[in-house]
């Protein structure tokens, strides 16, 4: 099996300009299980959260922006950008370039990264119950295909 070393950032092998900043984004109440509402619940009474983020540049010159929290988004880039590492999605307008260290991750904490995402998955599940067993099941059978 060949390894395919890519350059530093890459979205699905191509090649990417990034930069480091945060987005701020409020609430979907239209839409509960969005996955930032997590993050703007945990900053109540405001709704809205500010997120690390990558605002990444395509050579087309096409832009968007990918979530970073502890380093999730830079994760994603260094293994080519590929479908099968999950990324968050952002919205461009949002984006903030910043030079403060806590919005340039550039390493994965899978540590930190896994206990965040355990507690908003029981978030959905004790706040939404309904919707995250219809979420829970569709999970459930996309697993057993992907097996």
């Known amino acids: 099996m060949k390894t395919i070393v890519y350059p530093k950032y890459c979205w699905q092998g191509e090649p990417v300009k990034v930069e480091f900043g945060m987005c701020s984004v409020k609430a979907n109440k239209e839409k509960p299980l969005w996955w930032y509402n997590y993050e703007c619940e945990l900053n109540a009474p405001a709704l809205q959260a500010i997120l690390p983020a990558v ?4 050579p087309s010159g096409e832009q968007f922006c990918i979530a970073n929290h502890y380093g999730v988004g830079v994760h994603k880039l260094l293994l080519g950008g ?20 806590f919005y340039q991750w550039k390493d994965f904490d ?11 998955r029981q978030w959905r599940k ?15 059978e996309f697993l057993k295909y992907r097996k």
Not at 82 to 101: G, I, Q, T, V, Y
Not at 110 to 120: C, M
Request: proline share 8%; charged share 40%; hydrophobic share 30%.
């Open 55 to 58: 605002r990444i540049t395509m």
């Open 82 to 101: 590929w479908p099968d590492c999950a990324h968050f999605s952002l919205p461009l307008e949002a984006f903030e370039p910043s030079r403060k260290k």
């Open 110 to 120: 899978e540590f930190e990264y896994s206990k965040h995402e355990a507690k908003r």
């Open 126 to 140: 004790e706040n939404y119950p309904e919707e995250f067993e219809k979420v829970e099941a569709l999970r459930q």
